[in-house]
């Protein structure tokens, strides 16, 4: 069965450091999205991408964050200036078009800033 | 807020009994689905209830919808300790918020 996959699974960075999470979405898939849920809490929506455009995002995804899909089977979120309060996990997921979008999640990045 | 909120926000029961969550929304939906998380995994599609039906069945999961009132709720019978989980609705395709969730015990 097809699946998200994401990549690294952990990932550990120095405040202030650059990072750059991956995710390949299903292939048919046309709609992507970044969530982040923070130890303990909910799942908290960060971004939406469809046609090569942000659709939609958060007040959570602020200038420091950037999605791209650099190719035809990448999804990338970067986080530009990491801060302590950004360790979390990252999940990304992708759904089909249409009206009824469920979405298929990966099984996430852990970011742990130092 | 656009969220579904659910209730309880947290169940225990014993292996074997059944487990019943609720989910309220706000506005008029074309469909709600439902979400499981285990422990810090992401998000599994459980079951989808459109707008136009009552209920729903899954194997062990049975979804309602009264529109009327704006609610939803999953039943899991006959729970299973694997099934110790977070369970979320969300609601419609142009939004894409999950609620805090129903965090679901199961003792064996």
């Known amino acids: 069965e097809p699946e998200v996959t994401q990549t690294p699974s952990h990932q550990v960075t120095q405040m202030g450091q650059e990072v750059i999470l991956r995710c390949v979405p299903i292939s048919n898939h046309l709609y992507f999205y970044w969530y982040r849920q923070i130890l303990g809490q909910k799942v908290e929506f960060l971004v939406s991408f469809y046609n090569n455009e942000i659709s939609e995002k958060s007040e959570i995804f602020d200038d420091q964050f950037s999605v791209e899909r650099p190719d035809g089977s990448n999804f990338t979120l970067k986080i530009r200036s990491t801060k302590l309060e950004d360790s979390a996990m990252y999940f990304c997921?992708?759904?089909?078009?249409?009206?009824?979008?469920?979405?298929?999640f990966g099984a996430g990045t852990r970011l742990s800033v130092l | 807020s656009q969220q579904g909120e659910e209730d309880p926000q947290a169940l225990s029961i014993q292996e074997g009994e059944n487990a019943t969550m609720n989910c309220s929304y706000k506005t008029s939906i074309n469909n709600l689905q439902w979400y499981r998380q285990n422990s810090g995994r992401g998000l599994v599609h459980l079951i989808l209830i459109r707008s136009n039906e009552r209920e729903k069945h899954s194997g062990r999961l049975r979804v309602t919808l009264d529109t009327s009132k704006k609610s939803s709720s999953l039943l899991i019978t006959a729970s299973r300790a694997a099934d110790t989980a977070s369970y979320f609705c969300?609601?419609?395709?142009?939004?894409?918020?999950f609620g805090s969730g129903t965090k679901l015990n199961v003792k064996p």
């Open positions: 997921a992708s759904s089909e078009p249409g009206l009824i979008r469920i979405q298929y």
């Open positions: 969300r609601y419609n395709f142009n939004k894409f918020y």
